[in-house]
């Protein structure tokens, strides 16, 4: 599976990004995540999907959703209510069988998008 991240960018506080995920190779099978990164920090989980189910981090719980589209094999997260906290290199993450959190399970990732949220 090959993994490409796009729609990072820089927003005032409060504002809404949607990023996108698109997959080649056997996508819809595939349990899809998001993970973020910011400057000298772990990465870290935000939210994950698995057909229809979803799982968010307590951070970004009511804030953020994780969708899919299988028929264009590309995962989104739309992130509304942004807060600076938010911001960090976002990466999407395919495992054909994990389902949680942690970010050394997953074997896919795609090169990350950088989200800037000021203040």
């Known amino acids: 599976v090959q993994l490409a991240a796009s729609g990072g960018g820089l927003v005032q506080a409060g504002g809404s990004l949607r990023l996108s995920c698109a997959a080649s190779?056997?996508?819809?099978?595939?349990?899809m995540g998001w993970f973020r990164q910011a400057p000298g920090q772990e990465r870290e989980f935000v939210a994950i999907?698995?057909?229809?189910?979803?799982y968010y981090a307590d951070s970004v719980k009511g804030r953020f959703t994780i969708s899919r589209d299988n028929a264009k094999n590309t995962v989104y997260l739309q992130m509304n209510s942004l807060k600076p906290e938010d911001t960090a290199v976002y990466y999407c993450?395919?495992?054909?069988?994990?389902?949680?959190?942690?970010?050394?399970?997953?074997?896919?990732w795609g090169q990350g998008t950088l989200v800037t949220v000021s203040s």
């Open positions: 993450a395919a495992d054909r069988n994990y389902r949680g959190s942690y970010p050394s399970e997953y074997d896919y």
């Open positions: 190779g056997g996508f819809s099978s595939y349990v």
């Open positions: 999907i698995n057909r229809s189910s979803t």
